[in-house]
């Protein structure tokens, strides 16, 4: 089966401090990847998505791919109360029929 | 403009009954994908639809069965409720374009429609 798999937490970090979360996925042919927020009762949010190795950046959001090693990161710089929520990593596996798999994500919590 | 619509937003129905749920994608979009999310976990992939084609299907019972319209709207619709059913129902649109070759596969998630099952 593939799989992604995170950390389920909790995670707490201090206000401005940087959150790390990660990810890694069994499918090493998998070729697009996404950070989704999900706040407590509500739908994921898409926050970020990557297919190349290296660093993204937007804001104060970086996803780092790194398929040699079959792992995805998402680092939160100047973390937010506001930014308190689980995060999901998601993977589009190879020959799928453009599903997601998703893992179960980690809860954060970013300490006033 | 408007995101991916579902209705309805909470449903409760008994064990052995049919339910089925609704989903409007942004306009544009003509993928559709439904997932299903059990409480602390992440989504699971139900049914993916293009130009209404089946595309994907998940490792569900044959209980759930899915369409997509010509409008690109799209129904999931389970029978013979189980319990284990009970869970928040998801919505994906996806702007995919027939050509693509590498499957971004970019979803944008609506609000989705809490089904509980007594």
């Keep these: 089966q593939k799989e992604v798999e995170q950390n389920s937490g909790p995670l707490s970090v201090p206000e401005g401090a940087i959150a790390s979360l990660n990810c890694t996925y069994s499918d090493r042919g998998s070729q697009s990847f996404f950070w989704y927020r999900q706040y407590s009762g509500k739908s994921p949010e898409l926050i970020m998505f990557i297919y190349s190795n290296g660093d993204k950046e937007d804001g104060r959001f970086t996803a780092q791919l790194n398929k040699a090693s079959q792992y995805v990161s998402l680092l939160i710089r100047d973390s937010q109360p506001s930014d308190s929520a689980t995060y999901l990593c998601a993977v589009n596996p190879s020959g799928s029929a453009r599903q997601l798999t998703f893992g179960s994500g980690t809860q954060l919590t970013v300490l006033p | ?118």
Excluded: M
């Design chain 2, 1 to 118: 403009d408007a995101g991916v619509t579902q209705s309805p937003t909470h449903l409760i129905k008994t064990r052995g009954q049919h339910v089925t749920l609704r989903c409007s994608p942004i306009s544009g979009h003509k993928s559709v994908s439904w997932y299903q999310q059990v409480l602390g976990q992440g989504p699971q992939f139900i049914f993916q639809y293009y130009e209404k084609e089946e595309r994907g299907r998940g490792n569900f019972p044959d209980r759930f069965s899915a369409r997509q319209f010509p409008n690109y709207s799209s129904e999931l619709n389970v029978n013979a409720l189980l319990l284990g059913d009970s869970a928040l129902y998801l919505c994906a649109s996806s702007p995919l374009k027939r050509a693509e070759i590498i499957a971004k596969n970019i979803q944008y998630f609506g609000a989705g429609t809490r089904l509980s099952v007594l």
